[in-house]
């Protein structure tokens, strides 16, 4: 049961292409965000479309498929952990964020 502690899984779109980190030592990083949606009848029976933006990172190899494969608008599933940070932005305001930190990536739709 332990690796069920803290696992992500979603399946959504690139809202726009990936940012790639070439950090030293030769490791890369990719950043993006995508977006899951969730459909379902207000009160009125109206259908409604609730969409979510999801920051994920992902380090090493997979940041390198990342790089090559996949861009903006494509449809991709992930798996991976949930974490949050925090950092000081330029005006010294303390800025929090969550991301999901993609250890598996699978590319869906069509070619």
Known sequence: MSTLRNKVQLIGNLGKDPEIVNLDGGKKLA????????????????????TQWHNIVA???????????????????????????????????????TEVVCNELVMLGSK
């Open 31 to 50: 950043k993006f965000s995508i977006a899951t949606n969730e459909t379902y009848k207000n009160q009125k029976g109206e259908k409604v479309t609730d």
């Open 59 to 97: 380090w090493g190899k997979t940041a390198e498929i990342i790089e090559n494969y996949v861009t903006k608008g494509k449809e991709v599933a992930i798996e991976g952990k949930l974490t949050s940070r925090s950092y000081d932005d330029k005006e010294g305001n303390k800025k929090y964020i």
